[in-house]
């Protein structure tokens, strides 16, 4: 794989000009785009062929989850935009119906475990018996029975979950910092390259590089250390 396309710029930004003004100014440093619901949400989904035609790579984080029908149904819409990856929360019944609609296609589905800005009083607070790690363990252990392709994780559980799920899936981990930027509203986070030494295989990164002076330096930066960590 190309160091590039370990990255992922997430594009949470308000309007498509303002996403095609990032693109323009990262330029050939980024290969692989995040779009999120606030774009999805203001064209975005359209946008998603504009960035395909120009040869990037597009990650739609949609977290779907539903019944199985309407899941299945969705993701097999996902499949004819050209996207690479699309999210689902990691219910078994959720897992299980996205796998049966991208059948035949090349997207790839990706469940989340527990959103990074979740601790262990957060789950507690929403009716869950189960803390961080042993729910996201519990959930990549199903979503490797089912044939997910890559889970969503912390990359504090990237080490733990490779040894669970291992080398066939994916780990894509959120809640990337350099060393000395600020938390924002991310409760586990990690620099790039421990990172990708715990064994996250995707980088997913927005504020530190949208909202950077200069975001093409900080996307360089990122990458630059993450070919460092697999040498």
């Known amino acids: 794989m190309d160091t590039r396309d370990r990255l992922i710029v997430a594009l949470d930004l308000?309007?498509?000009?303002?996403?095609?003004?990032?693109?323009?100014?990262?330029g050939s440093s980024v290969s692989f785009y995040k779009i999120g619901y606030q774009l999805a949400f203001a064209g975005g989904l359209p946008f998603t062929?504009?960035?395909?035609a120009a040869g990037k790579q597009v990650f739609l984080d949609l977290k779907l989850h539903d019944i199985p029908n309407t899941v299945s149904k969705g993701v097999e819409s996902v499949a004819q935009t050209g996207a690479t990856f699309v999210t689902v929360h990691a219910y078994p019944q959720t897992m299980k119906a996205a796998m049966e609609g991208k059948h035949g296609s090349k997207l790839r589905v990706?469940?989340?475990?527990?959103?990074?800005s979740y601790d262990d009083a957060d789950l507690f607070n929403a009716g869950y018996k189960l803390g961080v790690s042993a729910l996201v363990l519990q959930r990549a252990g199903q979503a490797r029975n089912l044939g997910i392709d890559g889970l969503v994780c912390s990359a504090e559980e990237a080490a733990k979950l490779r040894t669970t799920v291992g080398p066939g899936l994916s780990l894509v981990t959120p809640g990337?910092?350099?060393?000395?930027?600020?938390?924002d509203d991310q409760k586990r986070i990690m620099?790039?390259?421990?990172?990708?030494?715990?064994?996250?295989d995707y980088l997913v990164v927005g504020r530190p590089?949208?909202?950077?002076?200069d975001p093409k330096a900080v996307a360089d930066a990122i990458i630059a250390e993450v070919a460092a960590a697999k040498k």
């Open 14 to 26: 308000p309007t498509v000009a303002a996403a095609e003004a990032m693109v323009a100014r990262l």
């Open 49 to 52: 062929a504009a960035l395909i």
């Open 110 to 116: 990706l469940a989340v475990t527990a959103l990074t």
């Open 176 to 183: 990337i910092r350099l060393a000395g930027s600020a938390r």
């Open 191 to 200: 620099t790039p390259g421990k990172a990708i030494a715990a064994g996250a």
């Open 209 to 213: 590089i949208i909202e950077a002076d």
